[in-house]
Each structure stands twice: as C-alpha cells, then as structure tokens.
C-alpha cells in the first residue's frame, strides 16, 4: 500500500455509510499536499429552464459511493500516484449569480495557486466562466475540450451576460481559450437561426455535431483532437446533457440524440496523455433524475477525467 488518499472500500463500510464524498475520499479542510482537489459548486441560478443543478455535487457524491479505485479498462490507478482529496463545497451566494461567479473565481485562485489541479462538480454551467478566468490567469488561454448538447455561446440572455448559455462566447471575447483549439462535442438541438453556430466557426471553435457522431466510436476522433491539442494546458467541461436523456434524464435542457455512455466512456479515455489542468461536469439536475442514472453516471465520467490526468499511474 501507499501513502496516498485512498477511497474507503465497500469492503471495509458498507457503501451506503460513511462520510458523503467523492468515491468517500477523505474531506480536506486544506489544500496542503494535495495534488488534486475535488470540490462542488452548488449552483442553479444560472441555468434558462429547469433548475435543480444545486443539488448535483451532493447527489453525485452520494452515487460514487459504488466506484472502486481501479480502472479495469484501461489500467488507471488514480489514487497510487496523486493525492486527491473532496475539499466540500464553495460557499456560493445563491441570491447573487455575480458574486457567486467572483467567490468561484477567487476559490480557483487560491487552489491554483497552490498547485492543486481542480476537479469540479456541478452545478449549472456558469461555473465554468469563472474558472475560465482563474485557469487563463495561471496558465495562459488553454486548449478547451467542451462535451455538451449546447454550444453556450449566446451573446445575452435577458440581458444578462453571464449565465449558462454564454459561457463560451465570453471566454473568446476574454481571451481565456484558444479559439482553433477549442472542440465543441455533441451539440445539436433546435435552433433560433439557421446560422446560430457558424459565428463561432468563424472564430476557429471545431464543431462536432451529434448527428454526425451517431453510430461512430469515439476513440479515433478524441485520439485526433489529443494530437491536435499537443501539450499544451487544456481544460475538460463536460456537461452531463451531452449524453442523450435516455442515459441522462436528469438535467436542465435536455435533447435528443445525444451520445451514448460508451461513446462517453470513449472519447474521455482517447484524450488520455493531455495536459489536463482542470476539469469540470455540470448541469446534473437531481430532481429530474428519478432512478439515480444521471448521477451515476456523472460520478463515473468524473472518475475517468480522474484517470486521464497527467501523473496517473497505469498497470
Ligand atoms: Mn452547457
Ligand atoms: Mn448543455
């Protein structure tokens, strides 16, 4: 055995006791020593339909309770060579989007700044404008992998420039990603122009709509964008409805067609050898999620973002 954090087994207590996080990884009050750090961000007042996101890093945590350490897929063993711990949740401010937007950023500042790669668990998308922002003032704009039905490049909506559907537009304006990097996976749905993504073409984002991932595996196309990507620092978002709401009922803006679980499981375990520097799963809505699915789910993509960064250990 090693000194590093370690799950509690379903061997050791029973799956259904024991403290509610990540995988019962022990609760850090400090980011000392860590190398990574999962943290929830409870957080709804951002999403434009159904609302519910606060609940997801409480309800995911309570779905990980079944993951065990290793990964008998592809050999990852996260926890033999980093110190991960579940840091809790941000004290966000649920009546103000704004200042829970700035108390995100100056969290990310802080875990950042200790060398600490962060693994959050939503929450609605706005989450990930603010850590946009911490990430590109540490590491420069970043390589963006953004798995999701929904391309969030609204320019407003009501008027306001910041919430789940504007995330991506403001981190071009911003300057945080690197636009020909940035690879927009699973999108699809209806539309309120004929032309509503070419804009973002137009500033270099890859598209690659759902329907033409239909029936596709895909590891060739995350093993392409690995290679196009290189070695430079790239961020994972991954929001839970870009799987299609047979696997993943439970969200705020569900829509058809989505990729499947495999395909899931694929494409995340093709962009394995990256420079992960953080990553993110939004949008799982617990109220909507009558059987659980969607944050077992959600718990299980975590894990595997978990094996792909960069120090894990493969037998
Ligand atoms: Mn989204
Ligand atoms: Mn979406």
Redesign the pocket.
């Known amino acids: 055995m090693n000194d590093f954090n370690q799950p509690i087994s379903g061997n050791d207590l029973a799956r259904f006791s024991g403290p509610n996080t990540f995988m019962r990884l022990p609760q850090a009050s400090s980011l000392d020593g860590l190398d990574v750090a999962i943290l929830g961000v409870p957080m709804d007042i951002g999403t434009s339909w159904r609302s519910g996101t606060r609940f997801g890093p409480k309800q995911i945590r309570a779905e990980s309770a079944m993951l065990r350490p290793y990964n008998m897929a592809t050999g990852a063993a996260p926890f033999d060579s980093l110190q991960m711990a579940d840091v809790g949740d941000l004290a966000i401010n649920t009546f103000s989007l704004s200042d829970s937007l700035r108390i995100i950023q100056d969290s990310y500042d802080a875990i950042l700044g200790a060398g600490v790669i962060p693994v959050a668990l939503g929450g609605d998308?706005a989450i990930t404008l603010p850590i946009l922002r911490a990430i590109a003032a540490k590491h420069g704009p970043v390589a963006l992998v953004h798995v999701?039905?929904?391309a969030?490049v609204n320019d407003e909506m009501f008027g306001e420039r910041e919430t789940h559907g504007t995330v991506f537009r403001r981190a071009h304006e911003e300057g945080l990603i690197v636009p020909e990097k940035t690879y927009q996976i699973g999108i699809r749905g209806t539309g309120y122009a004929a032309d509503d993504f070419t804009e973002a073409q137009g500033w270099g984002f890859q598209h690659f709509p759902a329907h033409e991932l239909w029936h596709r595996p895909l590891g060739p196309i995350g093993a392409e964008i690995r290679r196009d990507i290189g070695d430079r620092p790239v961020y994972v978002t991954y929001?839970i409805?870009?799987l299609d709401p047979a696997f993943a009922p439970g969200t705020g803006?569900p829509e058809i067609g989505g990729l499947t679980t495999p395909q899931a499981l694929e494409l995340i375990r093709a962009l394995r050898g990256l420079n992960v520097v953080g990553c993110d799963l939004v949008?799982v809505s617990p109220p909507y999620d009558t059987s659980g699915n969607t944050a077992l789910t959600a718990a299980n993509l975590i894990y595997e973002l978990l094996c792909i960064l960069p120090g894990v250990t493969y037998r």
Do not use: L, R
């Open positions: 998308h999701d039905a929904h969030d929001d409805d870009s803006t949008e």
